[in-house]
C-alpha cells in the first residue's frame, strides 16, 4: 500500500512565477490537506480538501489555491511567487481526526 | 487563533538519560497528536491521545494527555541516538481535522 505521495519533490521557480504541486493521498483516504513548513519551524496549515471541496482554510493569501479531483487527488497551486513561498509543502491524508499521514513534501525554492 | 508551544525547542542530551517535552496550549483539542520529523522527509505520526488525562506508551516513549485537553508531554526513557530527530505536537479541532502544530523541539542524543 503506497503512503501518500507528492510531486515533485523538489522545484526552483523564479520570483512572480505560479507552480503547481501535486499529491495522492493514502489508500482509502478522502481528505487531503497542505501545509506549508519553514525552515525551523513548525507546519502551518494552508487548507484542507474534503468531497472535491476546500472544507478549511488557514490564513494565507489568495495567491494560494487548490483542487481535488474525484480520485482524491489534490493540487495546489501558487501564483505570483514571492521569495518568502520558498518552504518544504507538505501534503497529508486522513480519514478522522485520529492522525494524518504525510507525504515526504516538494521543497519549493524561489529565486 | 489557536497556538501551541513546545519547550524546550533544543535538546542535547547523553545517550541513556531521560527527558521530557512539554506542548501546551490555551485551547482545547479533540485529540492531541505527536510526530517526529527527519531532515528532507514528512512528519511521521507517533500516538494520538483522545482522552483526558490518557497515557499512552510505546515502547521508550510515553505520552500524556493533560486533564483539561489542553496540554501533552513526551517522555523518553534512556534515549538512544535513533531518537534523534525533530518531535511536532499536533492539535486537532473539533469536528474538523486541521492540524494546529507546535513549534517542535529539535532532539539530539549523543552517543
Known amino acids: 500500500d503506497a503512503g501518500v505521495t507528492q510531486s515533485p519533490t523538489h522545484l526552483i521557480k523564479t520570483r512572480g512565477q505560479q507552480v503547481t504541486l501535486r499529491c495522492s493521498p493514502k489508500?482509502?483516504?478522502?481528505?487531503v490537506s497542505w501545509y506549508q513548513q519553514a525552515l525551523g519551524q513548525g507546519p502551518q496549515f494552508i487548507f484542507q480538501?474534503?468531497?472535491?471541496?476546500?472544507?478549511q482554510r488557514g490564513n494565507f493569501p489568495d495567491r494560494f489555491s487548490g483542487h481535488q479531483f474525484p480520485n482524491y487527488s489534490s493540487e495546489l497551486n501558487v501564483n505570483a511567487l514571492l521569495l518568502g513561498d520558498s518552504a518544504l509543502y507538505l501534503c497529508?491524508?486522513?480519514?478522522?481526526?485520529?492522525?494524518?499521514?504525510f507525504g515526504q513534501g516538494t521543497r519549493l525554492t524561489v529565486v | 487563533t489557536q497556538l501551541l508551544e513546545q519547550s524546550p525547542q533544543f535538546l542535547s542530551i547523553q545517550e541513556g538519560e531521560n527527558l521530557t517535552v512539554y506542548c501546551n496550549s490555551s485551547?482545547?483539542?479533540?485529540?492531541l497528536q505527536w510526530y517526529r520529523q527527519e531532515p528532507g522527509e514528512g512528519p511521521v505520526l507517533l500516538v494520538t491521545?483522545?482522552?483526558?488525562?490518557e497515557v499512552k506508551k510505546l515502547k521508550r516513549l510515553t505520552f500524556q494527555f493533560g486533564d483539561a485537553r489542553k496540554d501533552s508531554s513526551l517522555h523518553i526513557t534512556a534515549a538512544q541516538p535513533g531518537d534523534t530527530g525533530l518531535y511536532l505536537c499536533?492539535?486537532?479541532?473539533?469536528?474538523?481535522?486541521?492540524?494546529?502544530f507546535g513549534t517542535g523541539t529539535r532532539l539530539t542524543i549523543i552517543p
Open positions: 497529508a491524508s486522513s480519514l478522522d481526526n485520529l492522525g494524518a499521514f
Open positions: 489508500s482509502g483516504h478522502d481528505t
Open positions: 480538501y474534503y468531497e472535491e471541496e476546500e472544507r
Open positions: 485551547s482545547v483539542f479533540s485529540s
Open positions: 491521545v483522545v482522552t483526558g488525562g
Open positions: 499536533a492539535g486537532a479541532g473539533f469536528g474538523n481535522e486541521k492540524l494546529t
